[in-house]
């Protein structure tokens, strides 16, 4: 498969243009109808790719393991414990050993130096699946779901309700600016982006004349009034399990629940979530944090999250196709 994106690294989506998500997206669609229809895509057959995990991953892991398995590649999990990465090897040296080894290296862990090093070193295509600041294949799938609602993205009115600035928001953020949507934050004060983000957004929306507003608001109402989609993550992301207390105080006015969704005025609201969520006490870990907070719910409401507005599921699914675009596009 010969494109323009050949050799290009996805470390976050600011280092791409309109066109290019474009064609990470009508590429995620095509595999998804292909997939459906039966027919293979064996675009990479015989190719390898590392996929480096210092963070646990239920989608993104799989994801990576389908993907490349629909493009007829294999996939080695390469998980914290099982390389020497960061104990006995540095970055450099493991990023020049398996730049040699593979075609294409996955990273999931704390720092984004890490990924940017990687790719830096190995001298192939390096994909972010996910850091402490971006969550860039996440928000594709993101977006394709909700062109796939709505039929199309320019426009679109999605409030993200949470913690305004973790990797999910930051990625939908730079995401939204080059897809022209109408973008809302509603979160604490505290909690807000970083403002020099929020300039380099509004920027890349200037610099492609997409249209898209950015607005980040401490009014949980004000952000999702007149929504199309509502989105929530978890408000306390992986690595900072110290922070529940100071979290849920000052997030409880951001869950998403009937009252808020009542605020959009829109009866075809959908809502999105990244998953893993808090929405009901079904898991030991979810179950200890509820009942120590004396919460049922957390940042959406079992009701909300098992709706038939709720996509998340569909959400999760295209974390499948939209991945394998973007190997499929790089390699
Ligand atoms: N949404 C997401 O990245 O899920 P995992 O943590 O399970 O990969
Ligand atoms: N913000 C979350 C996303 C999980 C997919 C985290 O980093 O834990």
Redesign the pocket.
């Known amino acids: 498969m010969e494109t323009n994106l050949k050799g290009r690294s996805l470390l976050t989506l600011k280092d791409f243009t309109p066109a290019e998500i474009r064609q990470f997206l009508d590429t995620a669609f095509q595999f998804k109808k292909n997939r459906k229809a039966g027919a293979t895509n064996y675009h990479h057959q015989g190719k390898t790719i590392a996929m480096l995990f210092e963070?646990?991953?239920?989608?993104?892991?799989?994801?990576f393991a389908i993907g490349a398995r629909h493009l007829g590649m294999h996939a080695e999990f390469l998980g914290k414990d099982d390389i020497q990465l960061g104990k006995k090897e540095s970055v450099e040296d493991t990023a020049k050993v398996l730049g040699r080894m593979f075609d294409g290296i996955e990273f999931?862990g704390f720092s984004q130096k890490t990924v940017e090093d990687l790719a830096k070193y190995s001298g192939v295509p390096v994909w972010n699946?996910?850091t402490d600041l971006y969550?860039p294949?996440?928000a594709l799938a993101d977006f394709m779901t909700i062109e796939e609602n709505l039929g199309y993205l320019k426009g679109a009115k999605l409030a993200y309700v949470g913690d305004g600035r973790n990797n999910?928001a930051n990625s939908l953020m730079i995401a939204s600016a080059l897809m022209g949507l109408d973008f809302r934050i509603g979160t604490a004060e505290s909690l807000f982006p970083d403002p020099a983000l929020v300039e380099e957004a509004k920027a890349l929306a200037a610099k492609y004349d997409t249209g898209a507003t950015i607005t980040i608001t401490t009014d949980p109402n004000a952000a999702v009034r007149g929504a199309d989609f509502i989105y929530t993550d978890v408000w306390v992301s992986?690595g900072e399990e110290d922070k529940f207390a100071e979290r849920i105080s000052l997030l409880k006015p951001y869950q998403v629940n009937r009252n808020l969704v009542a605020e959009t005025g829109n009866p075809e609201i959908k809502f999105l979530h990244?998953?893993?969520a808090f929405h009901d006490s079904e898991t030991v870990f979810g179950k200890q944090v509820l009942e120590q907070f004396g919460l049922e719910e957390m940042e959406i409401t079992d009701e909300v999250f098992r709706s038939p507005h709720s996509k998340v599921f569909d959400e999760?699914e295209n974390?499948i196709y939209t991945i394998e675009a973007v190997m499929a596009l790089t390699l």
């Open positions: 963070k646990t991953s239920t989608r993104t892991r799989c994801a999931r699946g996910l969550h294949t996440q999910v992986m990244c998953l893993p999760a974390r």
